[in-house]
């Protein structure tokens, strides 16, 4: 069986999928301000990726792992 979907419902998922994407961040057209934006963007990735290493207790080089 084949349910009928209606406009209505359709206009409202594309909405709720779409609106976020408008109302977070920062859109510019200007080159060296998203640059700037990314290397934040990495730069705060990092410092997680550290935070989670420290709270894991991961923090420190394996002993199994190589130096070169």
Request: aromatic share 8%; hydrophobic share 40%; with cysteine.
């Amino acid at each position: 069986m084949i349910k009928k979907i209606s406009f209505i419902k359709i206009i409202f998922l594309i909405m709720i999928t779409a609106v976020p994407s408008f109302l977070t961040g920062c859109f510019t057209t200007d080159k060296y301000h998203k640059e700037k934006q990314l290397d934040t963007i990495k730069k705060d990735l990092d410092a997680a990726h550290k935070d989670t290493d420290w709270v894991l207790g991961l923090d420190e080089p394996s002993p199994l792992v190589e130096e070169r």
